[in-house]
T-cell receptor, first 115, second 111 residues
Framework: DTGVSQNPRHKITKRGQNVTFRCDPI?????LYWYRQTLGQGPEFLTY????????KSRLLSDRFSAERPKGSFSTLEIQRTEQGDSAMYLC?????????????FGPGTRLTVT | TQLLEQSPQFLSIQEGENLTVYCNSS?????LQWYRQEPGEGPVLLVT?????EVKKLKRLTFQFGDARKDSSLHITAAQPGDTGLYLC???????????FGPGTRLSVLP
């Protein structure tokens, strides 16, 4: 297994356009997480899935954001009507279920630039 | 709500120097992971510590977990420019349903 992958690695879009990012987790991992990271800051939690169920969403996840994990494998994060403030690195991570010893493995991220 | 603090926030040193960065919590950690994130990349897992008093070594990196499991440190010996990055401590929250992040220590090792 090659780890968590994310596509695209970079996305430049104009304000008002919609964008969609994809995350492929490690194959046996049940949990999948999305984070946003702005320059110079640590990752901020957006949402996570247990298999195909979306269990928690951050208040950062406005109604312009939607995430899916339809078959409990890969996940997509869509941002509608992008704004300049959406410019950030979007990170995906996966873990083998939950628990006090759970470890996350991160993908390389998708860097979004909204012009 | 468990909070993670990291110090220092920024650290700039010369190649060959030693350094220590810290991660502290307002409550007991169930376990703690240290990650390094290089610019433009995702965080990479370095180590997980679980037992109070535990010490783990990864080449020039030494990780310690406090006896009371409320603090952890990362010591780097003879730092190299390749050590440059953002060092994050992360812990499963509550019953491990989600993760709590520290704000990170940004390390710059100058050649």
């Amino acid at each position: 297994d090659t780890g968590v992958s994310q596509n695209p690695r970079h996305k430049i879009t104009k304000r008002g356009q919609n964008v969609t990012f994809r995350c492929d987790p490690i194959s046996e991992h049940n949990r999948l997480y999305w984070y946003r990271q702005t320059l110079g800051q640590g990752p901020e939690f957006l949402t996570y899935f247990q298999n195909e169920a979306q269990l928690e969403k951050s208040r950062l996840l406005s109604d312009r954001f939607s995430a899916e994990r339809p078959k409990g494998s890969f996940s997509t994060l869509e941002i509608q009507r992008t704004e300049q403030g959406d410019s950030a690195m979007y990170l995906c991570a996966s873990s083998l279920t939950a628990g006090i010893n759970a470890e996350q493995y991160f993908g390389p991220g998708t860097r979004l630039t909204v012009t | 709500t468990q909070l993670l603090e990291q110090s220092p926030q920024f650290l700039s040193i010369q190649e060959g120097e030693n350094l220590t960065v810290y991660c502290n919590s307002s409550s007991v950690f169930s376990s703690l992971q240290w990650y390094r994130q290089e610019p433009g990349e995702g965080p990479v897992l370095l180590v997980t510590v679980v037992t109070g008093g535990e010490v783990k070594k990864l080449k020039r990196l030494t990780f310690q977990f406090g006896d009371a499991r409320k603090d952890s440190s990362l010591h780097i010996t003879a730092a190299q420019p390749g050590d440059t990055g953002l060092y994050l401590c992360i812990s499963p929250s509550g019953y491990g349903q989600n993760f709590v992040f520290g704000p990170g220590t940004r390390l710059s090792v100058l050649p």
